[in-house]
T-cell receptor
Framework: ETGVTQTPRHLVMGMTNKKSLKCEQH?????MYWYKQSAKKPLELMFV???????ENNSVPSRFSPECPNSSHLFLHLHTLQPEDSALYLC?????????????FGPGTRLTVT | AQSVAQPEDQVNVAEGNPLTVKCTYS??????LFWYVQYPNRGLQFLLK??????LVKGSYGFEAEFNKSQTSFHLKKPSALVSDSALYFC????????????FGKGTSLLVTP
């Protein structure tokens, strides 16, 4: 999957740690997204960026802090997480943020909070 | 409010037989419908979408889906299943008034047996 890459692929962190997830898209898209995928639950949209501007924050706790320095890169900064935050975090991008554009996903970061 | 239902947690089909993965939706406006596939330890891959026009949409890997407005359905189909089609399939919907959220169903696990 060279279109959207995510690092690291796996992350184990304690509740007092600070870590960051990185996403990069090589598709020339203008919109980027963070999703959370938990077992037995539908994907949850966390944040949306359009041309580096955050346009949606879906009631996400402040212990998750996104950053979009340019249209190709997206970060998710993590601090003082809870065990229930353990999940697969997926980054996606689309040509534009509008409803007719399909989203392209990265492979995800499997996060375990101990 | 918009929502997607995938009534089957799992679908089993023999290789070479036709397959159908069901999806129904609820939106307030005209729907924009998507199918994605997720292989183990991978992100979601876009298969196809319906925006407007012909009700039968063809996508990647020989998959197609039929939009049925009266039944509010968008079932995924393939004439002849392959063992390599075994994966988790997600239906998703947006409409013009739904903001940035791509609403996903909970997923259907497809198992194709030799």
């Amino acid at each position: 999957e060279t279109g959207v890459t995510q690092t690291p692929r796996h992350l184990v962190m304690g509740m007092t740690n600070k870590k960051s997830l990185k996403c990069e898209q090589h598709l020339g898209h203008n919109a980027m997204y963070w999703y959370k995928q938990s077992a037995k639950k539908p994907l949850e949209l966390m944040f949306v960026y359009s041309l580096e501007e955050r346009v949606e924050n879906n009631s996400v706790p402040s212990r998750f802090s996104p950053e979009c320095p340019n249209s190709s890169h997206l970060f998710l900064h993590l601090h003082t997480l809870q065990p229930e935050d353990s999940a697969l975090y997926l980054c996606a991008s689309s040509q534009e943020p509008g409803p007719t554009y399909e989203q392209y996903f990265g492979p995800g970061t499997r996060l375990t909070v101990t | 409010a918009q929502s997607v239902a995938q009534p089957e947690d799992q679908v089993n089909v023999a290789e070479g037989n036709p397959l159908t993965v069901k999806c129904t939706y609820s939106v307030s406006g005209n729907p924009y419908l998507f199918w994605y596939v997720q292989y183990p330890n991978r992100g979601l891959q876009f298969l196809l979408k319906y925006i407007t026009g012909d009700n039968l949409v063809k996508g990647s890997y020989g998959f197609e889906a039929e939009f049925n407005k009266s039944q509010t359905s968008f079932h995924l189909k393939k004439p002849s299943a392959l063992v390599s089609d075994s994966a988790l399939y997600f239906c998703a919907v947006r409409d013009r008034d739904s903001g940035y959220a791509l609403n996903f169903g909970k997923g259907t696990s497809l198992l194709v047996t030799p």
